[in-house]
T-cell receptor
Framework: AQSVTQLDSHVSVSEGTPVLLRCNYS??????LFWYVQHPNKGLQLLLK??????LVKGINGFEAEFKKSETSFHLTKPSAHMSDAAEYFC??????????????FGKGTHLIIQP | KAGVTQTPRYLIKTRGQQVTLSCSPI?????VSWYQQTPGQGLQFLFE???????NKGNFPGRFSGRQFSNSRSEMNVSTLELGDSALYLC??????????????FGPGTRLLVL
């Protein structure tokens, strides 16, 4: 079964400094991995996804993530935080359904706080 | 293209009642998935429908059911509501051609409060 662990429930950075949100996953198959962002009272928006192509994935708003199979990690980074980045971030793992499997499995989320 | 729409956006029910939530996917998308989001359990997968058939199912009791119509619109039903069913219910759509690899596009959610 697939699972995903977001290592930090809260991350606080100053505006203009780098952002690192950590994610480890577990999967029996070659998974697809995603990062979604949820702003308050809004739905989920895709930031980026990995589906077995390039291991360094670039997403929207300057975010990127690197798939490291040996470490089973998919950490999200951004060189310079902006106030508008304050939100909840979800790391997601997905495997092709195998007769009643799990669909998307979400991490518990990381709340990103941006200090002025 | 219009995004995923969900109705109603807010709902208040009492224990024991039943509720039906609706989701209209992005035009051309044939897969609709439902998720429950609560502060305690986070985001959990309920089920996925593709071409009017349930293709995938999460670990929820039988009180949670769904269906999909020929136009890909989907409804989710919860019977005999419990206080613990209070949550944000999110619907997501995708083309459905590459199950497990596709981007899912989420609606704004329906916030259900059970009293």
């Amino acid at each position: 079964a697939q699972s995903v662990t977001q290592l930090d429930s809260h991350v606080s950075v100053s505006e203009g400094t780098p952002v690192l949100l950590r994610c480890n996953y577990s999967s029996s198959y070659s998974p697809s991995l995603f990062w979604y962002v949820q702003h308050p009272n809004k739905g989920l928006q895709l930031l980026l996804k990995y589906t077995s192509a390039a291991t360094l994935v670039k997403g929207i708003n300057g975010f990127e993530a690197e798939f490291k199979k040996s470490e089973t990690s998919f950490h999200l980074t951004k060189p310079s935080a902006h106030m508008s980045d304050a939100a909840e971030y979800f790391c997601v793992v997905s495997e092709p359904p195998r007769g009643g499997a799990d669909g998307l499995t979400f991490g518990k989320g990381t709340h990103l706080i941006i200090q002025p | 293209k219009a995004g995923v729409t969900q109705t109603p956006r807010y709902l208040i029910k009492t224990r024991g009642q039943q509720v039906t939530l609706s989701c209209s996917p992005i035009s051309g998308h044939r897969s609709v998935s439902w998720y429950q989001q609560t502060p305690g359990q986070g985001l959990q997968f309920l089920f996925e429908y593709f071409s009017e058939t349930q293709r995938n199912k999460g670990n929820f009791p039988g009180r949670f059911s769904g269906r999909q119509f020929s136009n890909s619109r989907s409804e989710m039903n919860v019977s005999t509501l419990e206080l613990g069913d209070s949550a944000l219910y999110l619907c997501a759509s995708s083309s459905g051609r590459l199950a497990g690899q596709e981007t899912q596009y989420f609606g704004p959610g329906t916030r259900l409060l059970v009293l």
